[in-house]
């Protein structure tokens, strides 16, 4: 994914949150309006510090995404398909 897809599928998550909860959304705003205005340096560490854990989480989601990925595929070349349904009786 490219950097404009993950903006733009952030600021659609943000417009749809908008849209659902707007006196949450007008409160954040507030908030947000109060901490730039008054304390800018600490809305700027507030803020490096959302975006540091959200690039972690995207990696974290990446990574796990594509394991399980691999994993599935590996246990579909590991077991044939009638091993998984009835057994077979010895002898």
Do not use: D, H, W
């Not at 897809?5 to 707007?22: C, D, E, F, K």
């Not at 507030?46 to 989601?61: E, K």
């Amino acid at each position: 994914m490219n950097l404009t897809t993950i903006i733009s599928n952030v600021a659609g998550q943000i417009a749809s949150l908008v849209r659902s909860n707007p006196f949450i959304a007008v409160v954040a705003l507030i908030v947000l309006a109060f901490f730039i205005y008054r304390r800018p340096k600490f809305f700027l560490v507030l803020f490096l510090i959302c975006v540091l854990i959200m690039g972690v989480l995207y990696v974290v989601s990446s990574l796990s995404t594509s394991g399980s990925a691999k994993k599935e595929r590996l246990i579909e070349k590991s077991a044939p398909e009638e091993s998984f349904g009835t057994q077979r009786p010895r002898i």
